[in-house]
């Protein structure tokens, strides 16, 4: 059996000096390969435990260990961002001055020197996610499922182990939801990293391993 | 893609608004560059006017505040004349008088016969030690330098206008000091005639036989005549108030059109990273250390200085080129700004670069990344 690439202990995380409880003490283990769907109504702290896992934020209390080691402690969460996790958002978060292999490349600067590779490696993860006829466009110049494609190549870039998605096919029609889906479950499958994926659409977690539900700040 | 190259990205994309900002520093480094060239200008050619004359010091009245207020009586100069060391004395007598249209120009009354006529050359007409001088003055003959004869379109032959008489020129001469190119000299005696200052010269212009015997000499003077002040050549370059005035003008008009382009980069910074929010909360998720944002920040800044810069001085050159060709302006403006200036101002575009970038580059990399991806 694979071992444990997320074990979160009794996470708690509170805003405006405890007014709002987002968190009420999580507690969940993820396995390697694992493609998990979490779901819950507006509100319930789906996406503050994406963001804390994402090293975004600092929990109020609690752990978080990755790989067996804790993140929840240490303060240069800098790295930890570059290296162990991707990112993938509901509005894309694309810079509309930078085409699509250069948005790909943004994340590389902290960890690859040499633009030649940044630039190859951009080509590759874009090829991936089907976008190689669309590299030199702007943002303006692609669909909405595109940039999505974008913003997936992108999260790839630093070969990350846990990929985060905050309700990536929010802003997306059924038809292109699906293909964005079905391209996450993909690399799931081909580079086995770990799929957290936030959604409150039942069709688009159905597609995950193992469906977790958040409500009013705890798992149920 | 280069690091530098998403930096100019990112000026790129508010074209106007960085090229407005390029013109900013622009005008402040161009006034760096013209006005300190100007005020170091009048400074050198200050010391080549000395240093051309041959004096080792000048004598003048203590307490005189600008050279040309000064006011010695001509007759100390046969006491001075039997005083040990000194090899020669020539009184001048200077002010500025109206020549033709002209509100104002140097005139200098020299004594015929004195060393200060070996420094300049005549090019034009017989005059000066390589002619004969004129004793008489109701002959009413002076002679006229280089910029002072293409100012007025005067030749030798013609007549000059000065204050309310008529004056004829009988030769052009040419000194390594642009100054002296663009006064005109005359007799001592007729000059203060013009002026009802007979037997006053402005000050004396001392050779001595040994330089090193200075201080010695300064002791017996002024222990001899209180009321008179005595300066070595180099120390009246340092004490010329016009000088330190012009210099000190040179600089604070710089540093006002410094600090005006320095608010206009911070200005625009803090617009351009205001607006940008959500784009570095981006950066901070995908692993951007805050360094790596100060540094892109701190060189989109620097980048518009440098840009700044290098159209100033071009523009600064330019306008000092001009000057030196405009009839008031080209007797104190050479063409040419020196090297160290433009160096000078390289290291100004920087700080300003610096200054400017460094508040906006803070704020943008200490954003949280949680706020600044939720910033609307």
Redesign the interface.
């Known amino acids: 059996m694979s071992e444990d690439v997320l074990r979160i202990k009794h996470l708690v995380k509170h805003y405006d000096g405890g007014k709002i409880q987002a968190l009420k003490g999580v507690s969940l283990s993820i396995k390697d390969g694992e493609f998990v769907s979490v779901m819950g109504p507006s509100g319930s702290g789906k996406s503050t435990l994406l963001h804390l896992v994402g090293g975004l934020d600092i929990p109020t209390s609690g752990e978080i260990h990755i790989n067996g080691t804790t993140i929840t402690n240490n303060k240069n969460l800098d790295e930890y961002r570059s290296k162990t996790v991707g990112f993938i958002f509901q509005s894309f978060h694309l810079i509309n001055t930078l085409t699509a292999l250069e948005n790909v490349q943004l994340p590389m600067f902290e960890r690859i020197s040499d633009p030649h590779e940044r630039r190859e490696r951009a080509e590759i993860l874009l090829e991936l996610v089907g976008l190689e006829a669309r590299e030199r466009h702007y943002p303006a110049h692609l669909s909405g499922g595109e940039r999505q494609r974008v913003a997936i190549a992108r999260s790839l870039a630093n070969d990350p182990q846990i990929l985060l998605a905050d309700e990536p096919t929010g802003n997306l029609d059924s038809k292109t939801a699906a293909q964005i889906i079905n391209l996450i479950q993909e690399i799931n499958h081909k580079k086995g990293l770990v799929v957290i994926l936030v959604t409150h659409d039942e069709n688009v977690a159905s597609h995950a391993t193992r469906k977790i539900t958040i409500f009013d700040g705890m798992i149920i | ?3 530098i190259s ?1 930096v100019i ?2 000026l ?2 508010r074209k106007m608004r960085t090229l407005l900002t390029i013109a900013g520093i622009s005008v402040g480094i161009m006034a760096v560059v013209s006005l300190v060239t100007i005020s170091n200008g009048f400074e050198n050619e200050w010391i080549e006017t000395i240093k051309a004359r041959g004096a080792d010091a000048i004598i003048m009245r203590k307490g005189t505040v600008y050279i040309m207020t000064s006011s010695v009586d001509e007759k100390i100069k046969q006491s001075l004349l039997m005083m040990e060391n000194i090899e020669s004395v020539a009184g001048v007598l200077v002010d500025l008088m109206a020549i033709e249209d002209s509100p104002g120009i140097v005139v200098y009354g020299w004594e015929p016969d004195e060393f200060l006529f070996q420094h300049i050359k005549i090019v034009n007409g017989k005059w000066g030690n390589q002619g004969r001088f004129p004793k008489d003055n109701k002959m009413k003959e002076l002679i006229i330098g280089t910029i002072t004869s293409e100012n007025f379109k005067k030749k030798t032959g013609d007549k000059i206008n000065i204050e309310t008489d008529v004056f004829n020129v009988v030769g052009i001469y040419e000194s390594e000091s642009i100054f002296e190119n663009g006064s005109l000299i005359m007799p001592i005696k007729l000059m203060q005639e013009l002026m009802g200052r007979e037997g006053k010269v402005t000050f004396f212009n001392l050779r001595l036989k040994d330089k090193n015997k200075y201080p010695e000499v300064k002791k017996a003077i002024e222990g001899k005549f209180p009321e008179l002040r005595i300066t070595a050549s180099d120390e009246a370059i340092k004490q010329h108030n016009g000088i330190n005035i012009a210099k000190g003008m040179a600089w604070a008009t710089s540093i006002i059109a410094l600090i005006v382009g320095m608010v206009g980069t911070l200005n625009t910074m803090s617009m351009s990273v205001f607006e940008r929010t ?2 570095f ?10 360094r ?1 944002i100060t540094r892109m920040i701190l060189m989109e800044s620097v980048i518009m200085s440098v840009a700044g810069w290098f159209i100033g001085s071009v523009t600064g050159k330019i306008l000092l080129m001009l000057l030196s060709h405009y009839s008031l302006t080209k007797t104190f403006v050479r063409g040419d700004i020196p090297l160290y200036i433009v160096g000078e101002a390289f290291v100004v575009a920087m700080i300003l670069g610096i200054l400017g970038g460094i508040y906006p580059a803070i704020r943008g990399s200490n954003l ?3 706020e600044a ?1 939720r910033y609307e």
Do not use: D
């Open positions: 893609m280069l690091f998403l990205k990112n790129i994309r959500r784009e909360g981006l950066l901070r998720a995908v692993g951007w250390r805050k790596r949280s990344p949680m991806l």
